[in-house]
C-alpha cells in the first residue's frame, strides 16, 4: 500500500519542499510525497535546491504551489497532513481540512534567516538535518501502526518533536 503525505507551510518555498524531496527520495515506492502552501511563493528558494542537490537527492519536479492542488475534485487522496511552519515564532500554521491524520512538525524557516550566504546555507543544512530525522522515524514505523489511526498521529505527533541530533529510534 502507497501512503500519500502533504507537506504544508506558508510558501512553500523551503521547509516543506526539503520534506517533499527527502520522503520522495526515500520512501518511494512505499510512500508519494507532495507538499503545498496556503501562500506558495511560486518558486523554490535556491538554497533549497542547493541544500537537496549537496544531498544527492533529485530536484525534478519540485515547485512551490498551493494546497488548492489538494483539494476538491481529483485532487489525490491523501493519508497524512503535516504542517512545517514554526508556530513558536508566531508564524501563522495553515489549517488543512479533510479525512486523513494531521499532525505538526515545527520548524524555524530558514529562507528567514539574515546574514551571509554561509548563514543561510548552515541554515538550511539544520532544517534538513532535522527533516532527515523526521522522515527516517516515519520510514520506520511499524506496519501495524499504519492501521489505527490514533497510534499513527501519536507516533507522527512524537516524530515532529525530534530535533537533528535526535536518536530517532529511542
Known amino acids: 500500500m502507497t501512503h500519500r503525505v502533504l507537506f ?11 520534506a517533499e524531496a527527502t520522503l520522495r527520495a526515500w520512501g518511494s515506492p512505499r510512500f508519494e ?3 503545498a502552501g496556503s501562500r506558495p511563493t511560486g518558486k523554490i528558494n535556491p538554497f533549497a535546491l542547493d541544500t537537496l542537490d549537496a544531498a544527492g537527492m533529485p530536484t525534478h519536479g519540485l515547485r512551490s ?5 489538494f483539494s476538491g475534485a481529483g485532487a489525490p487522496a491523501l493519508d497524512i497532513v503535516i ?10 500554521c495553515p489549517v488543512f481540512l479533510g ?3 494531521r499532525t505538526h ?12 550566504d554561509a ?12 527533516i532527515k530525522a523526521r522522515v527516517r522515524a516515519l520510514l520506520d514505523l511499524p506496519s501495524d501502526t499504519w492501521a489505527d489511526r490514533t497510534a499513527l498521529k501519536t507516533a507522527l505527533d512524537r516524530i515532529g518533536l525530534f530535533q537533528s541530533g535526535d536518536d530517532a529510534h529511542e
Open 8 to 18: 504544508v507551510c506558508t510558501g512553500n518555498s523551503a521547509r516543506s519542499v526539503l
Open 33 to 35: 510525497a507532495f507538499s
Open 65 to 69: 504551489k498551493s494546497w488548492d492542488e
Open 83 to 92: 504542517t512545517v511552519c514554526d508556530s513558536a515564532n508566531d508564524e501563522t
Open 99 to 101: 479525512d486523513f491524520v
Open 105 to 116: 512538525w515545527g520548524l524555524p524557516d530558514p529562507a528567514s534567516v539574515q546574514g551571509s
Open 119 to 130: 548563514d543561510k546555507h548552515a541554515a538550511f543544512a539544520r532544517a534538513h538535518a532535522t
